[in-house]
């Protein structure tokens, strides 16, 4: 079964420079990518594929301007392409808006593949870098698993993460037991079981609200371009990033206990999209992630051997 650790890991003043630089370059080439599909579609009303992008990949390395794309590994790179042809096909499908420019505050992310990185000695070493990544390792990778793509990954708030994909085959379905439970997800309480349980809100975007809002004020005081304005950014971001980490953390308690309890879980199919329109509800439900409880079901329910159900509204 195919899993992903992601870690927190703190990366020497020459690693960081190189990852910098190398999340640069993918949001770079994604960028130019983009453009020259949309280019290509609304003059010419040709599509453009990831052969082609990765043709013009080429070409622009040897360009004299853009000489620094081979300063940094052709993997990531070559990922954004394929991430990016993933996007098209999603909207194509129907299931996605079009796809986006990449912003640089927005943070930004790397993938390597196998042959972009080493597993030596239960270290994760890049490609050109000659160290290995300093990763607090919360909890150790099974022995016999060997990671198949890592994931780099800068937040807004400043911290990396590094995302490992391995296949698992620890993980074993649970015992079976007979119970079923029906689930309904809402806002005063979080979860409401078919047993009469019920899961209060624990409201985290509240408990942040008054110190985000007073950093948010204190940000748009500052001088665009200062670098005040960017400590000032930096700050909500890490309020933000709380907020993010205390909801995931109680959700997947949550999720886990749920699953581990019950054979076969069913759940209602919530248009959130169209809920969160309505300008009453819509911060509330943002903050509740229904679409993240309801994902974090399905992948466990997938992981355990139990049954998970989605029923139309």
Wanted: proline share 4%.
């Amino acid at each position: 079964m195919e899993k992903a650790y992601s870690f927190r890991f703190y990366p020497t003043p020459e690693q960081e420079s190189l990852l910098r630089r190398t999340l640069g370059c993918v949001r770079l080439v994604y960028n130019k990518a983009l453009h020259e599909r949309t280019q290509a579609w609304y003059e010419r009303q040709e599509r453009v594929g990831y052969a082609q992008t990765s043709s013009m990949l080429t070409e622009w390395k040897k360009q004299e301007e853009l000489d620094f794309l081979n300063e940094v590994s052709c993997v990531p790179l070559q990922q954004g392409l394929r991430h990016l042809q993933t996007a098209f096909t999603n909207f194509f499908a129907g299931r996605t808006k079009y796809p986006n420019f990449k912003k640089k505050h927005q943070g930004g992310s790397a993938e390597f593949t196998k042959s972009a990185f080493k597993f030596k000695d239960r270290q994760i070493y890049l490609a050109k870098c000659t160290e290995p990544l300093p990763i607090r390792w919360s909890r150790q990778i099974p022995e016999s698993c060997e990671p198949s793509t890592v994931t780099v990954r800068l937040h807004p708030s400043g911290r990396w993460h590094i995302s490992i994909r391995f296949d698992d085959p620890t993980i074993k379905p649970l015992p079976v037991t007979d119970k079923a439970i029906g689930i309904d997800l809402g806002i005063s309480s979080l979860v409401i079981t078919s047993d009469g349980d019920k899961v209060s809100n624990p409201k985290h975007f509240k408990k942040h609200y008054r110190r985000l809002r007073k950093a948010q004020k204190n940000l748009s005081r500052k001088q665009k371009g200062s670098k005040n304005r960017e400590k000032a950014k930096i700050k909500v971001a890490r309020i933000h990033a709380q907020i993010t980490d205390s909801r995931k953390d109680h959700l997947h308690k949550l999720t886990t206990q749920l699953v581990r309890e019950n054979q076969t879980i069913v759940v209602e199919n919530l248009a959130v999209k169209n809920m969160v329109k309505n300008p009453k509800l819509s911060q509330a439900i943002s903050d509740v992630s229904w679409g993240e409880i309801t994902r974090q079901l399905a992948y466990k329910c997938r992981w355990y051997g139990r049954n998970y159900i989605e029923i139309d509204k």
